[in-house]
C-alpha cells in the first residue's frame, strides 16, 4: 500500500474518529491531508474505536512544505542555524495539524464596532519539551498557543545500551494539564517517548499528543503497543533502525545539530 495514500477505508475511519472527536465537520481534501498509519504499523489500531472522549493514533502529516523542510534538514551539509530554523517550521506545521481537536468555548469579544462572539480555548495545555532536542521546538509552539505551561523532562540515551537515562523532571504536584504535548524531533526506540509516557500518565494527564520530525517504525509500533491511547504526529516514519539505533536514512543526531555539538573528530 503507497502509505502517503491512505485507502478509502482509512480515508473513511479518520474521517469518523476526528468527527467524533470533535463534532466538526470534515471534509476528504482535509482528510487526505493527514494519514492514519495505524493501518501501516499495527492493525488493532486501525480497527480500534476512538478511546474515551478523543481519538488515538498515528498520523503521518503529509503537506509538501513538509516534505520540502525536512529533505533540507536530512541533509548532512544543513547547517545548525538552518537546521533549527527547520525544526521550527516543522514544528509548527506539526502542531497545527496536531491541535485540530483542541477544545473551544465561546467568548464575547468586542470589536471596533459591535460585540460578536469568539472562541477560546477551554483546556489547560502543557509542553512537555524532552531535553535537549524537544528545547528546538517550543517556541515554534508556544508562538501557536501563547497560554501553554512548558514542563520539562531531561532524559538521554545511554550510548551503549540505548535506554533513556532521565536527569531531570519537576512536573507540579498539582492538578495536570488536560492535554500534554511531548515535543522531541526523534522517535527511535520508542525508549524515551514511552518514560515520558509513563511520567506523565504518573502525573494524572489523560490525553497526550507526542510531535515528532522523524520517527522508526519500530519505534511507533512499540508506543502504540504500550501506550495506545496516545496520538502520535510525525513528519515521517522511516524504516529502519541501525545498529547503534539511530533512524535510518533518519538525519543524524537533532539534539547535536541542534546545539552544533557535533563531535568532529
Ligand atoms: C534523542 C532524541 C530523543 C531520543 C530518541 O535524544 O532527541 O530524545 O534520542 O531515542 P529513543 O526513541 O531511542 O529513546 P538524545 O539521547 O540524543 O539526547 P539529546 O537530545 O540530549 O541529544
Same mark, same amino acid.
Given at each position: 500500500?503507497?502509505?502517503?495514500?491512505?485507502?478509502?477505508?482509512?480515508?473513511?475511519?479518520?474521517?469518523?474518529?476526528?468527527?467524533?472527536?470533535?463534532?466538526?465537520?470534515?471534509?476528504?481534501?482535509?482528510a487526505m491531508s493527514v494519514t492514519l498509519?495505524?493501518?501501516?504499523?499495527? $492493525?488493532?489500531?486501525?480497527?480500534?474505536? *476512538? #478511546?474515551? !472522549?478523543?481519538?488515538?493514533?498515528?498520523?503521518? &502529516?503529509?503537506? /509538501? @512544505?513538509?516534505?520540502?523542510?525536512?529533505?533540507?534538514?536530512?541533509?548532512?551539509?544543513?547547517?545548525?542555524?538552518?537546521?533549527?530554523?527547520?525544526?521550527?517550521?516543522? $514544528?509548527?506545521?506539526?502542531?497545527?495539524? *496536531? #491541535?485540530? !481537536?483542541?477544545?473551544?468555548?465561546?467568548?464575547? &469579544?468586542?470589536? /471596533? @464596532?459591535?460585540?460578536?462572539?469568539?472562541?477560546?480555548?477551554?483546556?489547560?495545555?502543557?509542553?512537555?519539551?524532552?531535553?535537549?532536542?524537544?528545547?528546538?521546538?517550543?517556541?515554534?509552539?508556544?508562538?501557536?498557543?501563547?497560554?501553554?505551561e512548558v514542563w520539562h523532562l531531561g532524559?538521554?540515551?545511554?550510548?551503549?545500551?540505548?535506554?533513556?537515562?532521565?536527569?531531570?523532571?519537576?512536573?507540579?504536584?498539582?492538578?495536570?494539564?488536560?492535554?500534554?504535548?511531548?515535543?522531541?524531533?526523534?522517535?527511535?526506540?520508542?525508549g524515551s517517548a514511552v518514560d515520558a509516557?509513563?511520567?506523565?500518565?504518573?502525573?494524572?494527564?489523560?490525553?497526550?499528543?507526542?510531535?515528532?520530525?522523524?520517527?522508526?517504525?519500530?519505534?511507533?509500533?512499540?508506543?502504540?503497543?504500550?501506550?495506545?491511547?496516545?496520538?502520535?504526529?510525525?513528519?515521517?516514519?522511516?524504516?529502519?533502525?541501525?545498529?547503534?539505533?539511530?533512524?535510518?536514512?533518519?538525519?543524524?543526531?537533532?539534539?547535536?545539530?541542534?546545539?552544533?555539538?557535533?563531535?568532529?573528530?
Open positions: 500500500m503507497d502509505r502517503n495514500r491512505p485507502s478509502a477505508d482509512g480515508a473513511a475511519a479518520t474521517k469518523a474518529r476526528v468527527s467524533a472527536a470533535t463534532n466538526t465537520t470534515w471534509d476528504e481534501d482535509e498509519m495505524a493501518e501501516r504499523t499495527a $492493525a488493532k489500531s486501525a480497527v480500534a474505536p *476512538a #478511546t474515551g !472522549d478523543f481519538m488515538s493514533g498515528v498520523f503521518e &502529516v503529509q503537506h /509538501p @512544505l513538509i516534505a520540502c523542510h525536512l529533505t533540507r534538514l536530512r541533509d548532512k551539509n544543513t547547517s545548525s542555524p538552518e537546521f533549527r530554523q527547520l525544526v521550527n517550521r516543522l $514544528a509548527t506545521l506539526l502542531a497545527y495539524e *496536531a #491541535t485540530k !481537536d483542541l477544545r473551544v468555548e465561546p467568548v464575547i &469579544v468586542e470589536t /471596533p @464596532l459591535v460585540k460578536t462572539e469568539g472562541r477560546q480555548l477551554s483546556q489547560r495545555i502543557g509542553l512537555i519539551p524532552i531535553l535537549r532536542a524537544g528545547l528546538g521546538m517550543i517556541d515554534p509552539v508556544l508562538e501557536l498557543i501563547p497560554s501553554a532524559l538521554y540515551r545511554d550510548e551503549e545500551t540505548a535506554k533513556p537515562i532521565k536527569y531531570y523532571s519537576k512536573l507540579p504536584p498539582g492538578r495536570p494539564v488536560d492535554v500534554a504535548l511531548i515535543l522531541d524531533p526523534m522517535l527511535a526506540t520508542g509516557l509513563t511520567t506523565l500518565r504518573d502525573w494524572g494527564v489523560r490525553q497526550v499528543k507526542i510531535l515528532s520530525v522523524i520517527a522508526s517504525e519500530e519505534g511507533v509500533k512499540r508506543v502504540e503497543c504500550e501506550f495506545p491511547d496516545a496520538q502520535i504526529y510525525v513528519c515521517q516514519i522511516d524504516p529502519d533502525l541501525n545498529d547503534r539505533k539511530f533512524i535510518v536514512p533518519g538525519l543524524g543526531d537533532a539534539g547535536d545539530r541542534i546545539f552544533n555539538t557535533i563531535d568532529h573528530d
